[in-house]
């Protein structure tokens, strides 16, 4: 069978991202990690407040503390103390301020601050310009969160917000998923590393770069074979390897049908492939199952099919494996400014965008090859043309920035 002549009977994009998310499953156990190391891991249980923030009534401006029934116009009232924040002042005194700084705590008997820019030194006692309000300047107890309030849910990917949030309610230890640890392993003859010669018939291998910086931003631990030679036996032992130390197998490159493709007849020798070939483009090479048990997704050799293929799929399963909830990626509608005639797979076209009156216009680039990796970089994203559609000026396409995607 010949790589190009069948078409038919290819997955669609949809079904293959349904098996994947269907069958990713939180696989890590619950590690408690310190709060100052959890940036980017997967939250394994919702945290909820057992504290009020702030937990007292507190100043939010430089100025001064007064029961409001003390107030009048045109009369000085001494200042009977000093609270900065940090510190804790005495009941006030009845008839008097107290001196107060943003986020020091309201003296009990204190129902109102003025700040300073509304208030005049009289001496040693203070006269208060205009009339306050109950309550003025006074952040109470609870405003921000409230004892028993459900803050970050489970599967929550954590970011700097989040991470504030947890440390505000003094979370110090931060129940996550362990890391997921991912074999990277690249196949090709060709292949040598930056640093070393490129030699005749040799290329550099540019996958390993992009999925590893791919899958770091992902919070894995990796194990890489850089260069696996294109033969049964080296892929075979590296293979079984690799599932048996890993929790995940992602290879690049040897799934398409050539003579020297030998992963996807190895993992169905050690495993099973559960689905193969989708009805993209690029990435229909793109095979997804398991060795003894260890999940599988072999990418696409192309450097930008592995790209496409590792975004639009292995991400999501990825986050599944790790206990993340699967957030679809947004896309943007545009308005097409060019024509193309209809293709039997789903197409994701490098494109620019621009703004013009208001409207997001989409341009492909020219280079569309699967091999022209500088087209991910000379583009803003991935332009989606649905299977079978041709595209008129003025269509209205999604677009996914890489923004998004990554
Ligand atoms: P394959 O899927 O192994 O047939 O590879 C398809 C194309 O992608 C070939 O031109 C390979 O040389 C190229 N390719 C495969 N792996 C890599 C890699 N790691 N880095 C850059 N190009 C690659
Ligand atoms: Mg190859």
Redesign the pocket.
Known sequence: MSCCDDEAGLLSLEQALATLVSEAVASKAIEQVAIEDVLGRVLAQDIVSSINVPPANNSAMDGYALRWQDYAANKALPVSQRIAAGNIGEALQAGTVARIFTGGEIPPGADVVVKQEDTRQAGDKVMILNTPAVGDHIRPAGQDIRAGAMLVAKGTVLSPRHIGILASVGCAMVPVYQRLHVSLV???D??VMPGEVCGAGK??????FTMRGFLLRLGCEISSV??LA?SADAVYDALLQASQETDLVIT?????V?E??HVKHVVGQLGQIKLWRLAIKPGK?LAYGDIQGTPFIGL????V??AVTFLLLAKPYIRGLQGASYQPPQATPVIADFTTKAAKRQVFLRANVSLEAGKMYATPLVNQS??A?SSTVFSDGLLVVPAGASVAKGDVLDFLPYSVLE
């Open positions: 690249n196949t090709g060709e292949l290329i550099y291998n540019s996958n390993y850089t260069a294109d690049t490159g040897g799934v398409s050539g020297e493709d090479p696409p050799g192309n450097p099919a592995a699967s091999g990796l």
